[in-house]
């Protein structure tokens, strides 16, 4: 079969396209294996075992989904919500409103997403109509606000400038862009003629090696660019019959170009058309030449192109490997494609990947480092999950879990005694926000534990564990001030809060999606740790009581399967980036962002726990992997050692990111730029998990180089105690004897946070 006929086979399948003659061909994997001629059936969801502490039967992936059933039916449906879907989308299913291909979703669709190392957008100026295509060096990031300060407040990469533009002839009469197979780690767009005689059709895939475009119908493919081409070489035929040239920018950059078109000629210094209108299928492939300058880097890899990316993976003996799959279409003639990763996949690729590594193939990502290229159909990495003894107690990095000393317990069990009698869990939680609700109930969690495990005193555990379940009842029976509404166009769980007058300030977003791991991971944390109490010490109800309702809340946040219709695959969490976004359904010139690391991880912790609570060994497993995962991309992108080799030298003595976007790295905060802020986002909450994530050479090098022991003095809020738990990572003497001292003022603790966790963990850690 030629490539055409594949391309064919390819396009028609991917986009629906009708056609009187359609191929009986389906082109997939670059495989001579026959096709099945009928879909294969799901997988069987395995057996769950919600008996506390019951291993499970080891199912062959962690991806498995956790529930296909809807959700709770306390939580009532609606179909209304501030954000239409797009009118020019039509997929049936969940669609992410957290990924990367989010600003195509919303308002104009004309701002950046970015593939990395790649930005694309719409482009609808006079003369440049089409999908642009940009690529950033490190030499034009844009250091402020001050630019030779070290550190610096921000770096981000400039965005508008279109390098090369994927466009056709026709479009300059105007085009309709639409988009179709929306997935987790990709995207169909297509741009009609008007008339829609004619179509350009991109595939956007995270790390995709080259920009890709099938060119169909009454269409002739142009390109263009704002720069300018310099020189436009023709460089004869790849092996698989595509032209190959090579252009030239007036910047002096390089760009590949490969297409199934016969003749090119220049127009004008910023335009170059095909000779011809395209009879059936033509491709057009371009990419940067990095910095080595081999024109023969893509050589292997033209003529195919990423459709779709997939994840598998499994765990044993703590340790889990996990892998990206490319399903493969067009023909190349390696069979593979090329893809490009950033530092935290190629710093824990398994060895088999050594060979597929294009030695000296590197291009700059926007702020993640130098990204590696691979001609691969596959990418394979392993981590190390977390210790088991990281579960319930606090944890020390090195030492495991100790246990408090006999002379610490006294003064915790004054304390305890003190909270549980004078801390109202039940209508402190009553508030008009799953965010603020979720720190108090996870407040009110931990005093308990501390009391059952800690303490062993069954009596403060009565007294506070009737008070939990008094207030976990009004948000499982759905009754909070703000019930919540599963929303069924863009399939999830959303807070009512903001939902009818399309408030974005009501409940920080909930309701267009923004920060759903902050706000029910601290809901998911908090019953994990009722549920363990509640099955020692109590009647053993409260694990079914609320079994469905948190899992939908850990569906709506960390669905791994899309067997599970009712919401979209991993919502929040991002393979590909190695950390959650936050930012939900708006548009936005620097893409995603998140603010707060601790509160990424904090979620996936608490899926790991109920995992634990539940038996099921899966849950327990992906949360892990999450973690570990985000232990090693944090430490890259978010948190800074002085032996950090990604982030620019001139921003790392910040020691944290502040925000992190996908084309900006911002040292603030969207709710003030107090050093406290800024830093204390990074901590909040301190957990058992906290120094799993902040390692003490990192804790102690922030604490010293951003003088925080002087701020800490100067500071009369919850920041204040904040910042002292996280110092018991390094010193849980020097904490222990600030949450105890008798002077201690109770407007030192977070929201979120009790004195009795405090010195707990203070405790636990020396």
């Not at 895939?205 to 169909?216: H, N």
């Not at 911002?666 to 301190?686: L, R, S």
Request: proline share 5%.
């Amino acid at each position: 079969m030629g490539l055409i006929d594949r391309l064919k086979g390819k396009f028609e399948q991917n986009f629906d396209v009708q056609s009187d003659q359609t191929p009986q061909w389906n082109l997939h994997q670059n495989s001579n294996k026959p096709l099945p001629q009928q879909p294969l059936p799901p997988p069987p969801i395995p057996a769950r075992d919600y008996r506390l502490n019951k291993p499970l039967t080891p199912s062959s992936s962690l991806f498995s989904p956790i529930s296909i059933s809807p959700p709770v039916s306390q939580i009532e449906k609606t179909d209304f919500h501030p954000v239409p879907l797009p009118s020019f989308y039509n997929q049936e299913g969940p669609i992410e409103t957290n990924n990367f291909y989010g600003n195509l979703l919303v308002e104009k669709q004309d701002l950046p997403v970015w593939t990395h190392p790649y930005s694309v957008w719409k482009c609808d100026d006079d003369q440049f109509k089409g999908l642009a295509v940009s690529h950033i060096s490190s030499k034009q990031k844009v250091f402020g606000d001050v630019p030779n300060s070290n550190p610096c407040k921000y770096f981000f990469s400039p965005v508008g400038i279109c390098s090369l533009l994927l466009g056709a002839v026709e479009f300059q009469h105007g085009f309709d862009l639409k988009l179709g197979e929306c997935k987790r780690f990709s995207c169909g767009t297509r741009f009609e003629t008007r008339g829609a005689s004619g179509s350009l059709i991109a595939k956007l895939v995270q790390g995709m090696g080259m920009v890709s475009g099938l060119y169909s119908g009454n269409i002739t493919p142009r390109l263009a660019s704002k720069v300018g081409f310099q020189s436009f070489d023709n460089k004869g035929r790849t092996v698989n019959g595509l032209s190959k040239h090579v252009i030239k920018l007036f910047d002096g950059t390089k760009w590949i170009l490969y297409s199934s078109v016969n003749t090119w000629r220049q127009e004008t210094p910023n335009s170059i058309v095909a000779a011809t209108q395209v009879n059936d299928v033509s491709l057009v492939q371009i990419a940067k030449l990095p910095g080595n300058g081999n024109e023969s880097t893509y050589d292997d890899s033209a003529g195919a192109f990423v459709t779709d990316m997939t994840l598998s993976g499994s765990a044993d003996h703590g340790k889990a490997t996990y892998k990206l799959n490319y399903t493969i279409g067009g023909n190349s003639g390696s069979g593979k494609v090329i893809q490009w990763f950033l530092p935290h996949h190629y710093d824990s690729a398994d060895s088999s990947m050594d060979l597929q590594l294009l030695q000296g193939a590197e291009l700059d990502s926007t702020c993640k480092g130098t990204m590696k290229a691979y001609l691969t159909d596959s990418f394979v990495m392993s981590e190390q999950l977390p210790p088991k003894e990281l579960q319930f107690n606090p944890y020390k990095e090195g030492k495991g879990c100790k246990g408090c000393s006999s002379d610490s317990l006294w003064i915790i069990r004054k304390v305890a005694t003190e909270e549980i009698d004078s801390f109202d869990v039940i209508n402190a939680s009553n508030t008009d926000s799953m965010y603020t609700a979720g720190k108090i109930l996870d407040k009110g969690a931990f005093i308990l534990y501390v009391a059952a495990f800690v303490l062993q005193d069954k009596n403060l555990v009565r007294t506070q564990l009737d008070k939990m379940k008094q207030a976990f009842e009004r948000f499982i029976s759905n009754n909070q001030q703000e019930p919540l509404v599963y929303n069924t166009s863009w399939k999830g769980v959303v807070s009512s809060a903001g939902l009818k007058d399309g408030n974005f300030y009501c409940d920080f977003g909930n309701c267009f999606y923004n920060d759903h791991h902050f706000h029910y991971g601290y809901h998911i944390h908090a019953a994990a740790l009722v549920a363990q109490v509640d099955q020692k010490y109590g009647d053993g109800t409260f694990f079914n009581h609320c079994k469905d309702w948190i899992e939908t809340l850990i569906r709506d946040v960390c669905n791994p399967s899309d067997q599970d219709r009712y919401f979209p695959v991993f919502r929040c969490f991002d393979f590909f980036n190695g950390h959650s976004f936050a930012n939900g359904l708006f548009a936005h010139g620097d893409g995603k962002d998140e603010e707060s690391s601790s509160e990424d991880y904090h979620c996936y912790y608490g899926i790991k726990l109920w995992g634990i609570v539940s038996g099921n060994e899966k849950l327990d497993q992906l949360g892990s992997l999450i973690l570990a995962i985000e232990r090693r991309a944090m430490n890259m992108y978010m948190l800074y050692s002085d032996d950090n080799r990604v982030i620019p030298v001139n921003f790392k003595a910040n020691k944290v990111s502040g925000i992190l976007f996908e084309n900006k790295i911002d040292h603030a905060t969207y709710f003030g730029m107090n050093k406290e802020y800024i830093h204390g986002i990074h901590m909040i909450p301190m957990t058992p998990v906290s120094n799993y994530i902040r390692t003490s050479q990192f804790v102690r090098e922030e604490w010293d180089q951003q003088h925080l022991g002087e701020l800490v003095n100067q500071i009369d809020s919850g920041w204040k105690g904040l910042l002292w738990l996280n110092k018991a990572i390094i010193d849980p003497q020097g904490a222990w004897n600030f949450f105890s001292d008798n002077g201690f003022q109770d407007r030192w603790l977070d929201n979120g946070m009790s004195r009795t966790w405090s010195l707990a963990y203070c405790s636990g850690m020396m």
